[in-house]
């Protein structure tokens, strides 16, 4: 099968590279540009148009969103600009573009590139995956299939909305210590632990290539913790794996 070009829109950047979607590899070397400042659909639109002609790429294109995205629609968008909200982000890009492309929530691409290619392969039962980068992303599974839009980033721990407690952002802006994030990662963990009772949680996002520094320092679930292992291009994994399913 021809590769497809795997797009992540992200608070911080837009990735980009073709992805062979029977591997799970990437086949050029990634492209990133700034995600442009009042992020709005024209803007992000502009930068994913470059990221689309600096490939020459004239084939299919998956793309991740960081809200909630249902039928290529938005329906959130915590990180982005607000005049997000309802636009068919398929048709915005698939115009800005002239691709075909299909448009779904930043975690849940990376978790369906983490059950296929990553940490989950094999894993039965209940898996939630976790992305800790400029929000909290969360991707639900059971045997494997996938719960979309899950938005498990914004429950409330201590009265706050999780991902401006736990977010990688969140340890970055606040400078708090390795020791002293991990002790909100604990908390948020122990509570969606509570509430769903996985088997396993993959921890993936911006921070997963650090997991050294703070996966030693989270308390014992009974869930096991793992880092993903697809880093940070999971989402582009996911997101050319979305056009052909
Ligand atoms: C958004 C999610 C997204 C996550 C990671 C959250 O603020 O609501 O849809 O998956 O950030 O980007």
Redesign the pocket.
């Known amino acids: 099968m021809a590769d497809i070009l795997g797009i992540d829109i ?2 911080t950047g837009v990735k980009a590279a073709p992805v062979d979607v029977a591997t799970g590899r990437l086949t050029a070397e990634r492209a990133k540009l700034a995600t442009p400042h009042p992020a709005t659909p024209d803007a992000v639109a502009a930068v994913v148009r470059d990221l689309v002609n600096d490939f020459g790429w004239t084939g299919q294109a998956g793309v ?6 249902t039928s290529g629609v938005v329906r ?4 982005l600009d607000p005049s997000w909200l309802h636009m068919d982000a398929e048709d915005l890009l698939g115009t800005a573009t002239g691709l075909t492309v299909k448009v779904l ?4 691409a990376a978790g369906v590139a983490e059950m296929k290619f990553g940490a989950g392969v094999g894993e039965r039962g209940t898996v939630l995956m976790l ?1 800790l ?7 639900l599974f059971y045997d494997g299939i996938l719960v979309p ?1 899950t ?1 498990f ?2 429950i409330e721990i201590g009265g706050k909305d999780a ?1 401006k407690r736990a ?1 990688e952002h969140a340890r970055e802006t606040e400078d708090l210590s390795w020791g002293k994030w991990a002790g909100r990662v604990d908390a948020y963990l122990d509570k969606m632990e509570a509430l769903l009772s996985p088997e396993l949680i993959i921890i993936g ?1 911006g921070i997963s290539k650090r997991s050294d520094k703070f996966l030693p320092k989270l308390s014992p679930l009974r869930a096991r913790i793992v880092p993903a292992t697809l880093l940070n291009d999971a989402g582009i994994v996911g997101a050319a794996m979305a056009v052909t399913q």
């Open positions: 992200g608070g991740t969103f960081p809200g909630v995205v959130t968008a915590a990180n929530n930043d975690a849940d992305t980068g400029t929000g909290i992303g969360s991707a839009n938005e980033g914004h991902e977010s996002g």
